[in-house]
């Protein structure tokens, strides 16, 4: 029996309401600056294939844009939990990508406690340092951690986007309402959070990985942006 999915209150008629992008907020520095050296992903990537064992797999647990934006190449996926870590809008203040100075973003990225369902994604062994590169020059420059992922064909070790929790753009602890008032105005050169939200929320549902908080949050974003465009949503 197929499983029923839930009708979600944030719609694309709701991010429509909002610019699909604006022009970048704040030019890149002159002096490089804003970037990690190419070393760093060079021996980044190295290090994480390093510590696979040579007859092992390099697997990926994704949690968030990952799911609907696969920057990646994969030959197999799964269902999964992790323990000891739960999807927390901490990466941010973003005042960039999805945010701007005067209305910043929060992202997904995961904290510390609880647990995580997401999907674990087996990579190919051919051009894997390659993939694994160039994934990491598209998201933010904290080496990724390796989690345990259990599955229903079994646990996988995988390595994980994980915000290391101190240092700049980590957000943690934030209410929902201070998170939601934010989501719902944001907008930066890679389009709105309000889309973002949209877009996880939906793919967690279709894929069977229930999150209550984000279910609740993407209610709590369509709930200002009605309130902010009042009359604009059909029905």
């Known amino acids: 029996m197929a499983r029923s999915i839930r009708k979600m209150r944030l719609t694309e008629a709701h991010v ?8 970048d907020p704040r030019p890149p520095p002159h002096d490089g600056g804003g970037s990690p050296p190419d070393s760093y992903y060079s021996s980044t990537t190295a290090a ?3 510590a696979v064992p040579s007859n092992g797999d390099m697997w990926l647990f994704a949690f968030g844009s990952l799911l609907w934006n696969k920057r990646f190449t994969s030959v197999e996926e799964r269902p999964g939990v992790v323990r000891g870590w739960h999807r927390d809008f901490c990466l941010g203040p973003d005042t960039r990508f999805r945010g701007n100075p005067e209305a910043p973003g929060y992202m997904l990225s995961l904290d510390r406690g609880g647990q995580c369902k997401g999907m674990v994604y087996r990579l190919p062994r051919e051009g894997l340092f390659a993939n694994i590169e160039g994934l990491l020059r598209k998201e933010p420059p904290f080496p990724p951690k390796w989690v345990t992922v259990v599955t229903a064909l079994g646990t996988v070790r995988a390595i994980s986007l994980v915000h290391p929790g101190r240092g700049t753009e980590y957000a943690g602890h934030l209410t929902d309402e201070v998170v939601a008032d934010a989501l719902a105005r944001a907008v930066g050169m890679m389009g709105s959070m309000a889309q973002y939200v949209y877009l996880t929320a939906l793919h967690l549902e279709q894929l069977g990985l229930c999150d209550d908080r984000l279910w609740r949050m993407q209610e709590m974003v369509a709930e200002r942006i009605e309130r902010a465009f009042p009359g604009r949503i059909p029905g």
């Open 16 to 23: 429509a309401l909002l610019p699909a992008r604006i022009d």
């Open 48 to 50: 994480l294939i390093d």
